[in-house]
């Protein structure tokens, strides 16, 4: 794609960019930019946050609730052609945040376990399970998340 090509793409999806997420992004000459400024929620913020290591694990439902937030990875099928040092940044982020939840789930097996809390073993095992790049050992480390359905 030439400059000149590239420009002209610019000046259409800018424009539409502009329409769809309104103040939230910041368009400036050389750049285009998430505004932090504005009002916003945003799932891989609330997951980094509530799931940081080093946080104390007493509150089981923040923490679960993170983690039900994770869908698999970080911008699945979302692509730029000819963006290397992009692709670099979506994989480290992709390899981040799996960390962070598979950390997460191997703590709340362990309290759902000490706590004897079967059904939660289990609800996770089935969900985790069926996300890319599963960990088997979170997803088979209870007999209660390998339980045959009855």
């Not at 030439?2 to 997420?21: F, G, H, I, Y």
């Not at 080093?54 to 000819?82: I, K, M, N, W």
Request: aromatic share 8%.
């Amino acid at each position: 794609m030439t400059e000149t090509q590239a420009k002209q793409n610019l000046r259409t999806v800018l424009p539409d960019l502009r329409r769809l997420v309104g103040d939230h992004v910041r368009i400036e000459r050389q750049t285009v930019a998430f505004d932090h400024t504005s009002a916003y929620w945003l799932d891989v913020e609330v997951i980094r946050h509530d799931l940081e290591p080093g946080r104390s694990p007493a509150d089981l439902t923040t923490r679960q609730a993170a983690v039900d937030l994770y869908q698999g990875e970080f911008l699945h099928g979302f692509y730029v052609r000819d963006a290397p040092g992009f692709e670099a940044w979506v994989l480290e982020q992709r390899e981040q945040i799996h960390a962070l939840v598979v950390n997460a789930l191997t703590v709340l097996v362990g309290e759902y376990a000490q706590r004897g809390d079967d059904a939660a073993m289990k609800r996770m095992g089935n969900s985790f399970g069926a996300w890319p790049r599963a960990s088997t050992a979170v997803v088979y480390c209870s007999p209660a998340v390998n339980a045959p359905q009855t």
